[in-house]
Nanobody, 112 residues
């Protein structure tokens, strides 16, 4: 399984970004997928998970601001990030938990 994340960028506090992760392979639709992030000088942390059936869970600090979704027809995982804060600055990674595969990461910078 190969994963490629994209959509990161620079945004001011309160702004929005939409991350996407393109996945190869025919088992995407049954894989539980997740987003993680790693801020400068910190350990990588889990952000959100979506099951093949569409059930979602979120890190408390992003609940209500981030929305994870998937398009099984396009083998794509998404993360809509609203009301962004400087502490959301990190490299964001997508993960296929079924195959334990990681994407290469996309950088999100939130700053005024």
């Amino acid at each position: 399984v190969q994963l490629q994340a994209f959509g990161g960028g620079f945004v001011q506090p309160g702004g929005s970004l939409r991350l996407s992760c393109a996945a190869s392979g025919s088992l995407f639709r049954i894989s539980t997928m997740a987003w993680y992030r790693q801020a400068p000088g910190k350990q990588r942390e889990w952000v959100a998970t979506i099951t093949g059936g569409g059930n979602t869970i979120y890190l408390d600090s992003v609940k209500g601001r981030f929305t994870i979704s998937r398009d099984n027809a396009k083998n794509t995982l998404n993360l809509q990030m609203n009301s962004l804060k400087p502490e959301d600055t990190a490299v964001y990674y997508c993960k296929d938990t079924y195959f334990d595969s990681w994407g290469q990461g996309t950088v999100v910078t939130v700053s005024s």
